[in-house]
């Protein structure tokens, strides 16, 4: 069974000039605000880096949750921060790195286990998968 989510934009003016809003299917976002400013200068408003971003961050934690209990963990606390890298490709920009941060609490793990199960989620998680761009991990347990 194959799960469909969606979300959508509009985009009215230029480049530069323009607005647009970003609105999801749970409402979650319902016409947040984007464009040149909050992508490319620090002006207000949202990105699609960072909802990349947020996905990655909250695809990875799941993903991690559900390959920690596979061993019989379960954690506390999982807290994955993503940072998604834009880099000028040419004439126009591409995503070319995605960082993860992860610090978790999970009882009865040792860092090998933990260390080891966090890089196979890293390349197992949907949204890790879905992205063409270097991802990479720096993932710590907490006592």
Known sequence: MAMKKSA???WIGGLKDGQG?????????REAPFGFKSRFEDGP???PEELIGAA???CFS????????KA???????ETDAVVT??????????????LTCKAKVPGAD????????QATKEGCPVSKVLNAEITLDASLEG
């Not at 019989?72 to 999982?78: C, E, P, Q, S, V």
């Not at 834009?86 to 960082?99: E, S």
């Open 8 to 10: 959508s934009a509009n």
């Open 21 to 29: 809003t970003i609105s999801t299917e749970t409402g979650v976002l």
């Open 45 to 47: 408003g949202t990105n």
């Open 56 to 58: 990655h961050a909250g």
């Open 62 to 69: 799941m993903a991690l949750s559900l390959e920690l209990g």
């Open 72 to 78: 019989g963990l379960t954690a506390d606390r999982i």
């Open 86 to 99: 834009l880099d000028k490709d040419g004439d126009g920009f591409a995503i070319t790195a995605v960082h």
């Open 111 to 118: 860092a090998a286990t933990f260390g080891k199960i966090a």
